[in-house]
């Protein structure tokens, strides 16, 4: 009797933490979309007139390719986060237990990251020349003349730098759930 009911203890503690993880994993695919898709619409509509020494001069987030890939990049992994997202709805509605597919969440959300790490650091890159100039190169700063500009961008690079961390604990919780003992290879003992 007693150990019925450690057994029903011990399987709805699993329970419980199974949901828990399911809910903890749906909140940082929802915080991650919506930090991506807000930071590609604000990169795409980033925008600005100004007059520098007198003659107006645009800003726009196609001038510079490491900004057009930066939005591209959040862009696509905003779509591949949607599927992701719509696929782990339709497994816990349906309580899926099968755990093949903890390894292709793994994969697809190391992807994601790396996408989103890249477009972040060319952004990065540029959004720095343009705030600080290099001298070295004759560069000068722009954002003393575009603040406008400068501020939408910055804002869109931090928004997707947060779904980048969500992706990347994201891709850590997947490996951690693919590492566990139902996943480890069958130990062959020797009767020797």
Same mark, same amino acid.
């Given at each position: 009797?007693?150990?019925?009911?450690?057994?029903?203890?011990?399987?709805?503690?699993?329970?419980?933490?199974? @949901?828990?993880?399911?809910?903890?994993?749906? +909140?940082?695919?929802?915080?991650?979309?919506?930090?991506?898709?807000?930071?590609?619409? #604000?990169?795409?509509?980033?925008?600005?007139?100004?007059?520098? /020494?007198?003659?107006?001069?645009?800003?726009?987030?196609?001038?510079?390719?490491?900004? @057009?890939? &930066?939005? &591209? !990049?959040?862009?696509? !992994?905003?779509?591949?986060?949607?599927?992701? $997202?719509?696929?782990?709805?339709?497994?816990?509605?349906?309580?899926?237990?099968?755990?093949?597919?903890?390894? &292709?969440?793994?994969?697809?959300?190391?992807?994601?990251?790396? $996408?989103?790490?890249?477009?972040?650091?060319?952004?990065?890159?540029?959004?720095?020349?343009?705030?600080?100039?290099?001298?070295?190169? +004759?560069?000068?700063?722009?954002?003393?003349?575009?603040?406008?500009?400068?501020?939408?961008?910055?804002?869109?690079?931090?928004?997707? /730098?947060?779904?980048?961390?969500?992706?990347?604990? #994201?891709?850590?919780?997947?490996?951690?759930? /693919?590492?566990?003992?139902?996943?480890?290879?069958?130990?062959?003992?020797?009767?020797?």
């Amino acid at each position: 009797m007693q150990e019925r009911k450690q057994e029903e203890s011990v399987v709805m503690e699993k329970k419980l933490r199974q @949901k828990w993880g399911d809910l903890i994993q749906i +909140g940082l695919r929802l915080a991650g979309v919506g930090a991506s898709i807000a930071g590609a619409c #604000l990169m795409f509509t980033c925008h600005q007139t100004a007059l520098v /020494y007198g003659v107006p001069m645009d800003a726009k987030y196609g001038y510079a390719s490491a900004f @057009k890939f &930066f939005a &591209f !990049a959040n862009a696509i !992994a905003s779509v591949l986060a949607l599927m992701s $997202l719509s696929l782990t709805l339709m497994l816990w509605r349906h309580r899926v237990e099968a755990t093949n597919h903890h390894f &292709f969440f793994f994969l697809h959300d190391l992807g994601v990251t790396a $996408l989103l790490l890249s477009g972040c650091s060319a952004a990065t890159a540029i959004g720095y020349v343009g705030k600080h100039g290099n001298s070295h190169a +004759g560069w000068v700063p722009i954002c003393d003349h575009f603040s406008s500009f400068c501020h939408r961008a910055m804002a869109a690079i931090g928004l997707s /730098y947060f779904s980048f961390l969500s992706f990347l604990f #994201l891709t850590v919780l997947s490996a951690a759930k /693919y590492s566990t003992p139902q996943f480890a290879p069958l130990q062959v003992q020797s009767s020797i």
